[in-house]
């Protein structure tokens, strides 16, 4: 089986902006429209120092979509063998990932509001919260496909 790279395992999502002299809207729907799953969880982290990293784990089964809808904040995605850093400063911009991506959310900027939509309930088994044990699994299976 092909390794998948980096650049399928996450993409950036522009929603719908609609907007007259009362101000903006933007739409992100689920089930394939907007946003590719059904949306099960919604959460949103704010007050985060720009030093503080959030995140710091991968996820077996849940998928993401990451919205800065305030202020702006980075995200470095890292598949096991490449990274990326995106910097998320659109509130209609969303970031797309795909499972088995390590995520380390930072670089908050004082208004930051990110907004996170998840394919899944919580469920803390399927999160991998150690980088070396994310590593292991990952560049194990590579090697075994």
């Known amino acids: 089986m092909r390794m998948?790279?980096?650049?399928?395992?996450?993409?950036?999502?522009?929603?719908?902006?609609?907007?007259?002299?009362?101000?903006?809207?933007?739409?992100?729907e689920g089930s394939g429209i907007d946003v590719p799953f059904d949306i099960k969880r919604v959460f949103y982290m704010y007050g985060s120092d720009p030093d503080i990293i959030r995140g710091q784990h991968a996820n077996r089964k849940t998928e993401f979509v990451l919205?800065?809808?305030?202020?702006?904040?980075?995200?470095k995605v890292d598949n096991g063998f490449e990274t990326e850093i995106i910097e998320?400063?659109?509130?209609?911009?969303?970031?797309y990932l795909d499972v088995m991506v390590w995520k380390d959310m930072y670089d908050f900027s004082d208004d930051s509001v990110?907004?996170?939509?998840?394919?899944?309930?919580y469920d803390g088994?399927?999160?991998?919260?150690?980088?070396?044990?994310?590593?292991?699994?990952?560049?194990?299976?590579?090697?075994?496909?």
């Open 4 to 28: 998948k790279q980096l650049k399928e395992q996450y993409r950036i999502i522009n929603f719908n902006e609609f907007g007259d002299e009362r101000g903006n809207l933007v739409v992100a």
């Open 67 to 75: 919205i800065n809808v305030s202020g702006t904040s980075k995200v």
């Open 88 to 95: 998320l400063n659109k509130p209609r911009m969303g970031l």
């Open 114 to 121: 990110l907004l996170v939509l998840a394919s899944e309930h």
């Open 125 to 145: 088994a399927e999160y991998i919260r150690d980088y070396d044990m994310f590593l292991e699994e990952v560049r194990g299976n590579k090697e075994n496909e």
